[in-house]
Antibody, heavy 126, light 112 residues
Framework: QVQLQESGPGLVKPSETLSLTCTVS??????????WSWIRQPPGKGLEWIGY???????NYNPSLKSRVTISVDTSKNQFSLKLSSVTAADTAVYYC??????????????????WGQGTLVTVSS | QSVLTQPPSASGTPGQRVTISCSGS????????VNWYQQLPGTAPKLLIY???QRPSGVPDRFSGSKSGTSASLAISGLQSEDEADYYC?????????????FGGGTKLTVL
């Protein structure tokens, strides 16, 4: 059974960089079958996709966050990480890591998140 | 403002059938598959439906999905109290700004 676990500081000061790590167990980030994503959810609000990384290091980011986001992968530790720079109170959210399956179906592009971490709340405040 | 549009709330009584709609555009639902996630209170989202109408192993067949044009729907039959949760639709979006995953704003389902 694949499990993902987020870790990192729960409090970040405005203008600083948010850093989180997702540790994967029961599966490998080096598998070419999956992508590894970050998704966030502000308190009481909906979900927002941040971006994904492939084991090769290839990335794709949400255009609205692209200038501030970096996702990296450490295959030796079976982890992937998120860095979000110049944070403001608007970045306060529960941050989830997830495994993403992508492909091509007759009906169009196929992509979905089949395993999720439990989430970690990051508060941006001085 | 979410790219995909869902009603903020829905409700039903035990045993009833309820549907939740999700409206998008040609750049997302119209050209890509739709997924649905269930988020029980205080927990992470869980994959409920993928590729428009496929259920992952372990998801009861009371849950079904469909898609037509630029809209999709989630149907829950034989409503149970444990179905009370937030439901989100999602799809890949190919827009001029880039390519990304977009979600609906979520629908809070109440079992009366």
């Amino acid at each position: 059974q694949v499990q993902l676990q987020e870790s990192g500081p729960g409090l970040v000061k405005p203008s600083e960089t948010l850093s989180l790590t997702c540790t994967v167990s029961g599966g490998s980030v080096s598998s070419g079958s999956y992508y590894w994503s970050w998704i966030r959810q502000p308190p009481g609000k909906g979900l927002e996709w941040i971006g994904y990384i492939y084991y090769s290091g290839s990335t794709n980011y949400n255009p609205s966050l692209k200038s501030r986001v970096t996702i990296s992968v450490d295959t030796s530790k079976n982890q992937f990480s998120l860095k979000l720079s110049s944070v403001t109170a608007a970045d306060t959210a529960v941050y989830y890591c997830a495994r993403e399956i992508k492909g091509i179906a007759v009906a169009g592009n196929l992509n979905y998140f089949d395993y999720w971490g439990q989430g970690t709340l990051v508060t941006v405040s001085s | 403002q979410s790219v995909l549009t869902q009603p903020p709330s829905a409700s039903g009584t035990p045993g009833q059938r309820v549907t939740i709609s999700c409206s998008g555009s040609s750049s997302n639902i119209g050209s890509n598959t739709v997924n649905w996630y269930q988020q029980l209170p205080g927990t992470a989202p869980k994959l409920l439906i993928y590729s428009n109408n496929q259920r992952p192993s372990g998801v009861p067949d009371r849950f079904s999905g469909s898609k037509s044009g630029t809209s999709a729907s989630l149907a829950i039959s034989g409503l149970q109290s444990e179905d009370e949760a937030d439901y989100y639709c999602a799809a890949w979006d190919d827009s001029l700004n880039g390519h990304d995953v977009v979600f609906g704003g979520g629908t809070k389902l109440t079992v009366l």
